[in-house]
């Protein structure tokens, strides 16, 4: 029997975002990211949630367009980031959340910033401007309406018409991204004597930025304090009894 021609034109035509994901920008693939798409002149975005983390594939009407993209999506850093105006290009910003501290005591002076949690890994990737013409939804239909099927030569039936040989054609516009991460990580090393006594240590910095703008990478002027939340001690020799304190 015959498969029916499943035609997906109609005003549209695909698009396939195309993300880059480099070691160095991220420290590995993530299981999954979240797109939010701006057609200009529509008050809200679209947004698609995906496990498919390398390319997506939209179906998009004539009009110009713009998007961001963030590594997993909101709900898998609740906790330590909260996300404002993600339904603005321009506003779309994440901030750290607070934390509390036994022993940092500067945390109850008035005015002092407050302590954040140390955030995970996250990547955002920023596309350039595009826009789907008319022209090119109608070029994009042309092809897709042409198909042929071809001729399979079977050993034990020779030559015959199968639907393994239907064939589609059609063209898609590709949307590069390449997705940085956003955190910053701030490696202390301090040699200390008698480290083998060392049973806690405890150490935070100030001044450190709280919240990002995710579509242009600068930090608001809003400041924060984070405290450490682990350390290793690595002594040089038993006999020296000098250490390497790495937090």
Same mark, same amino acid.
């Given at each position: 029997? %015959?498969?029916?021609? /499943?035609?997906?034109?109609?005003?549209?035509?695909?698009?396939?975002?195309?993300?880059?994901?480099?070691?160095?920008? $991220?420290?590995?693939?993530?299981?999954?990211?979240?797109?939010?798409?701006?057609?200009? +002149?529509?008050?809200?975005? &679209?947004?698609?949630?995906?496990?498919?983390?390398? =390319?997506? /594939?939209? =179906?998009?009407?004539?009009? %110009? @367009?713009?998007?961001?993209?963030?590594?997993? &999506?909101?709900?898998? #850093?609740? +906790?330590t980031l909260i996300f404002k105006d993600m339904d603005s290009f321009g506003k779309a910003r994440a901030t750290l959340v607070e934390n509390?501290?036994?022993? @940092?005591?500067? $945390?109850?002076?008035? !005015?002092?910033?407050?302590?954040?949690?140390?955030?995970?890994?996250?990547?955002?990737?920023? =596309? /350039? *401007?595009?826009?789907?013409?008319?022209?090119?939804?109608? *070029? @994009? *239909?042309?092809? #897709?309406?042409?198909?042929?099927?071809?001729?399979?030569?079977?050993?034990?039936? !020779?030559?015959?018409?199968?639907?393994? +040989? *239907?064939?589609?054609?059609?063209?898609?516009?590709?949307?590069?991204?390449?997705?940085?991460?956003?955190?910053?990580?701030?490696?202390?090393?301090? @040699?200390?004597?008698?480290?083998?006594?060392? %049973? &806690?240590?405890?150490?935070?910095?100030?001044?450190?930025? %709280?919240?990002?703008?995710?579509?242009?990478? &600068?930090?608001?002027?809003?400041?924060?304090?984070?405290?450490?939340?682990?350390?290793?001690?690595?002594?040089?020799?038993?006999?020296?009894?000098? +250490?390497?304190?790495?937090?």
């Open positions: 029997t %015959r498969r029916d021609l /499943e035609i997906e034109y109609g005003g549209s035509m695909k698009v396939v975002v195309n993300c880059r994901w480099e070691l160095d920008a $991220y420290p590995e693939t993530p299981t999954g990211m979240t797109i939010y798409l701006f057609r200009e +002149g529509e008050s809200s975005p &679209s947004v698609f949630s995906t496990p498919r983390v390398n =390319s997506y /594939e939209l =179906s998009l009407n004539a009009g %110009r @367009y713009r998007l961001y993209i963030i590594s997993q &999506s909101v709900d898998d #850093y609740e +906790g509390a501290s036994s022993w @940092y005591s500067r $945390y109850t002076k008035a !005015g002092d910033e407050p302590i954040s949690v140390n955030p995970e890994n996250i990547a955002v990737g920023v =596309s /350039e *401007e595009f826009e789907i013409t008319e022209q090119m939804i109608e *070029e @994009y *239909e042309t092809f #897709y309406r042409k198909y042929e099927h071809k001729r399979i030569y079977d050993p034990r039936n !020779g030559l015959s018409e199968t639907d393994d +040989g *239907e064939k589609i054609e059609y063209r898609t516009i590709e949307i590069p991204v390449s997705p940085r991460n956003i955190v910053s990580q701030l490696w202390v090393t301090v @040699y200390a004597d008698q480290a083998d006594n060392l %049973r &806690s240590v405890r150490a935070a910095t100030t001044g450190m930025a %709280r919240t990002i703008a995710l579509t242009s990478a &600068s930090t608001a002027h809003e400041s924060s304090i984070q405290v450490l939340d682990h350390w290793s001690l690595d002594l040089d020799t038993k006999a020296s009894r000098v +250490g390497r304190l790495d937090g």
